[in-house]
């Protein structure tokens, strides 16, 4: 059974730090990878994609990598913003017959101006 | 494009009425999902249809939830009767191309409260 854990549960920096949002998962066995980003109160929006053969994807000031091997993924944000405070979550799609996708709990961040 | 379009937006109830949720997935998306939000947890799948046949809903409380997928487009979550415990936020995603590539898309969810 596929679990994902996402570490630490909430984190709080001041502003212009770099920092390291962490995902686990159980099983290797996953097709992709995706991070999203949750405002209060909204909806989930897309950050990253990363596909089980890449080991890395870029968006600006993101930078989220994937050890399949390992079962571990990690979200760099650089240059840390007020703006970025929002909750971050992982999502990984299993290897099924048909693409089951199972979310990690998520980590809060607050960024202090 | 057009994004995932849910409604309403927020819906409050009383226990033991119903209500239904629609979302409208983005143009020929496949693969539509369903997810249960509690407050502090992450998303938890309810049911998952791909083009209009149902491929999981094993955490739907079939008892009191039930959802179709007309035509392989729109769907509609309902729950009756409701229980406190459903107060939560209702999330409709939508999924194209293959598995192994396809970027997982939301809508903006429908906050249901239950009093």
Do not use: M
Not at chain 1, 48 to 60: A, D, F, K, N
Not at chain 2, 52 to 66: A, E, I, T
Not at chain 2, 84 to 113: H, I, K, M, Q, W
């Amino acid at each position: 059974k596929q679990e994902v854990t996402q570490i630490p549960a909430a984190l709080s920096v001041p502003e212009g730090e770099n920092l390291v949002l962490n995902c686990s998962f159980t099983d290797s066995a996953i097709y992709n990878l995706q991070w999203f980003r949750q405002d209060p109160g909204k909806g989930l929006t897309s950050l990253l994609l990363i596909q089980s053969s890449q080991r890395e994807q870029t968006s600006g000031r993101l930078n989220a990598s994937l050890d399949k091997s390992s079962g571990r993924s990690t979200l760099y944000i650089a240059a840390s913003q007020p703006g970025d405070s929002a909750t971050y979550l992982c999502a990984v799609v299993r290897e099924t017959s048909y693409d089951k996708v199972i979310f990690g709990p998520g980590t809060s961040l607050s960024v202090i101006p | 494009e057009a994004g995932v379009a849910q409604s309403p937006r927020y819906k409050i109830i009383e226990k033991r009425q119903s209500v239904a949720f629609w979302c409208n997935p983005i143009s020929g998306h496949a693969t539509l999902y369903w997810y249960q939000q509690i407050l502090g947890q992450g998303p938890k799948l309810l049911i998952q249809f791909q083009n209009n046949g149902v491929v999981d809903d094993s955490q739907l409380p079939k008892d009191r939830f039930s959802a179709e997928r007309l035509k392989g487009v729109d769907s509609t979550l309902k729950i009756q009767p409701a229980k406190l415990e459903d107060s939560a936020v209702y999330l409709c995603a939508s999924r194209g191309g293959g598995p192994n590539t396809g970027e997982l898309f939301f809508g903006e969810g429908s906050r249901l409260t239950v009093l």
